[in-house]
């Protein structure tokens, strides 16, 4: 039998068959997890987590003790015990990035002096080179109209450049992670121009990383034909990327490299497990599902100023009659925030600033207007155990989009921050190694007896 890209793809009258036996033997009551108290995501119904883990790396606060209860109250984050507004004032304070000393930061536990930031800028240079003929040979050769993908094989085929890929010592390990820290905007933009240019027949333009830039300045000028920017538009970029960094160990693909790294794998199985983690929509995917809602929204609401026009649109989404029919208003809502996700009150300052300055005033003010209406709409519509409020991913598409980023670089920027995360993760759970992650699953099937093939 002879393959070809076709058939190799293809969804033939077989396959939709046994998908329907699949559909038949696999429903499981949902009564069921509420009758055996299983908690659904890790999550309670008030959406508190289940506790499967330490970590020493950041710390998310949602709630406050009032008269000995805890109640909700403004997000908090802190990286290392730093407050992010901190971080985040501190750096804009001295009109410098950022993203080197917070990567720092993460990492080794403190925030570095003058010359610890030096020398370890220094060392994110050195390593930002990808092995020779790397570019023509993996990223060029077969290009993905999906980035994470392509950014998921390059990491992958850079374990056959390695020398020493299964040594998972710390020493190793760190070796490994700031390596690829260091080539993660090389890996999203080149494998974004080699799709652009082989997929969409557009021209190929292949710049080289400049050694005095920092992380947020190099995937501007790496993308942009002509690979200029604005100061401006630098910095809203490394807050971003500062912004997304790290988030706790329950997030989805946080624990993903928990779990994978309790294995004993290696670190480029690791970030590849994570990697395919982050490219879920419910994940970092969303900020893209919330650039292509406000799409939809801007091709069916007349008058952007309408709070019922904008109402009703919202309506229609979680009646599943909207965009992608999936019943969810993208941006909206968090796993852990009820009031508020403080990276988005960050994220919101900076993102009017740039608005103001780039001619996106109109936008900004929609965004607001669906921020502002949405709680209330889900309120209405769906039964609610705690409060709803933006998240990152609202505002940051906008972000992107002001930037001139194209939305197939979204999550790819979202793991070039979050990597940094993953990798101090990663070494945590080394460090601390432990029995390997293996949580239990009820079964709830019934024994058979066996019956011979030709009495079926």
């Known amino acids: 039998m002879t393959y070809s890209n076709d058939n190799y793809s293809e969804n033939t009258p077989e396959i939709k068959s046994l998908a329907e036996k699949m559909l038949d033997n696999s429903q499981i009551d949902t009564g069921l997890y509420t009758k055996y108290n299983v908690k659904r995501g890790l999550r309670d119904l008030d959406g508190k987590g289940v506790l499967t883990g330490l970590t020493n790396i950041s710390t998310i606060k949602q709630n406050k003790e009032v008269d000995g209860k805890l109640v909700p109250c403004d997000g908090e984050l802190y ?22 000393e917070v990567t720092y930061l993460l990492l080794f536990g403190k925030m570095p002096n003058a010359k610890e930031l030096s020398d370890f800028k220094d060392l994110l240079v050195r390593y930002r080179t990808l092995p020779s003929n790397f570019v023509r040979d993996v990223i060029l050769k077969a290009p993905s109209e999906d980035m994470m993908n392509s950014i998921a094989r390059s990491v992958l085929t850079l374990f056959c450049y390695d020398k020493n890929p299964n040594d998972t010592s710390i020493e190793n390990v760190l070796r490994q992670c700031i390596q690829l820290i260091s080539v993660f905007p090389l890996l999203s933009v080149y494998g974004y121009h080699a799709y652009n240019h082989y997929v969409r027949n557009k021209s190929l333009y292949i710049h080289r990383a400049e050694p005095t830039m920092s992380t947020a300045e190099v995937i501007l000028s790496l993308l942009r034909p002509d690979r200029k920017y604005t100061p401006l538009e630098a910095k809203v970029l490394d807050m971003a990327l500062i912004l997304h960094m790290e988030h706790g160990g329950g997030n989805n693909s946080t624990f993903t490299t928990h779990v994978v790294t309790s294995s004993g794998t290696d670190t480029y199985s690791a970030m590849a497990a994570a990697l395919a983690s982050l490219k879920g929509p419910k994940h970092g995917g969303a900020n893209v599902k919330v650039v292509y809602m406000f799409d939809d929204l801007k091709a069916h609401v007349k008058d952007w100023k309408d709070d019922e026009e ?17 019943g969810l208003i993208y941006g909206m809502g968090h796993a852990v925030y009820t009031i508020s996700d403080p990276r988005q009150v960050i994220l919101k300052g900076s993102v009017k600033k740039l608005a103001e300055a780039e001619g996106y005033n109109d936008e900004f003010a929609l965004y607001e207007k669906v921020e502002k209406l949405a709680p209330v709409v889900i309120g209405k519509k769906r039964k609610i155990y705690k409060g709803v409020a933006a998240n990152v991913d609202f505002y940051s598409g906008l972000l992107y989009s002001m930037l001139d980023i194209p939305c197939e670089l979204y999550t790819p920027l979202f793991a070039t921050a979050r990597i940094t995360g993953w990798s101090a993760h990663r070494m945590e759970e080394l460090i601390n190694a432990g029995k390997i992650i293996r949580p239990a699953y009820m079964s709830i099937s019934d024994f058979k007896e066996y019956v011979p093939l030709e009495d079926r």
């Open 79 to 100: 990286y290392r015990g730093y407050n992010i507004n901190d971080i985040i004032k501190g750096i804009l304070d001295d009109n410098r990035f950022g993203f080197e």
């Open 310 to 326: 904008i109402e009703n649109y919202l309506e229609l989404l979680l009646d599943k009659k909207a965009y992608d029919k999936k």
